[in-house]
């Protein structure tokens, strides 16, 4: 189950089963997650050439995901990826920004961004909803855990289907609303 903050996806696997230990399973897998998982998060082939691509074209890019900040940097250190965000953006203790349109909205208010200028590239229904609740665009990607359907039916403005694909049609995206 990725894309779900992680308290939803607990409470999905665990209240069928009538525990309702929650915050001791997130407590858990935080802790497990944090000494060794977060290392299995290899990049899919083709992405650092995509954000090097819509870098070079002054892309202004910022992470927004539902793992914990500190993971996020962390993964994108461990792989190389860190500098080609200019933000990155997680959930925080609290659980004020567990959700997409709430973290987007406070991405966008954070960095004075005008969401017509915005774009957000997802691959589950999440980053759509998160996009589309704060008068952005989405861009899915089929690479990812979410499928086409989930994708389609979220109501993604565009797919994309290959990373080497990513910069054109992102871009291609950005440019259309300046015209």
């Known amino acids: 189950m990725i894309g779900p903050p992680i308290e939803d996806t607990?409470?999905?696997?665990?209240?069928?089963?009538?525990?309702?230990?929650?915050t001791e399973a997130v407590a858990a897998y935080?802790?497990?997650?944090?000494?060794?998982?977060?290392f299995d998060s290899p990049p899919f082939p083709g992405i650092a050439q995509a954000l090097t691509a819509m870098r070079r074209a002054g892309a202004q890019l910022?992470?927004?995901?539902?793992?914990?900040?500190?993971?996020a940097q962390r993964i994108l250190d461990h792989i190389g990826f860190g500098g080609f965000f200019?933000?990155?953006?997680?959930?925080?203790?609290?659980?004020?920004?567990?959700?997409?349109?709430?973290m987007i909205a406070y991405i966008i208010k954070r960095h004075a961004l005008a969401q017509?200028?915005?774009?957000?590239?997802?691959?589950?229904?999440?980053?759509?909803?998160?996009a589309h609740a704060n008068n952005m665009r989405a861009l899915g990607?089929?690479?990812?855990?979410?499928?086409?359907?989930?994708?389609?039916?979220?109501?993604?403005?565009?797919?994309?289907?290959?990373?080497?694909?990513?910069?054109?049609?992102?871009?291609?995206?950005?440019?259309?609303?300046?015209?």
Request: hydrophobic letters at 40%.
């Open 116 to 130: 017509s200028r915005c774009l957000m590239i997802g691959d589950r229904r999440y980053d759509i909803a998160g």
């Open 62 to 71: 910022i992470l927004a995901t539902s793992k914990r900040t500190e993971f």
């Open 10 to 22: 607990m409470r999905m696997l665990l209240e069928p089963l009538g525990d309702d230990r929650i």
């Open 30 to 38: 935080r802790s497990d997650y944090g000494q060794r998982g977060l």
């Open 141 to 179: 990607v089929l690479w990812g855990y979410g499928t086409r359907e989930e994708l389609e039916a979220a109501g993604a403005d565009d797919l994309v289907s290959e990373p080497q694909s990513l910069p054109e049609v992102a871009l291609t995206m950005a440019t259309a609303w300046l015209a």
């Open 86 to 102: 200019t933000a990155i953006h997680g959930s925080e203790a609290g659980g004020a920004l567990d959700h997409k349109p709430e």
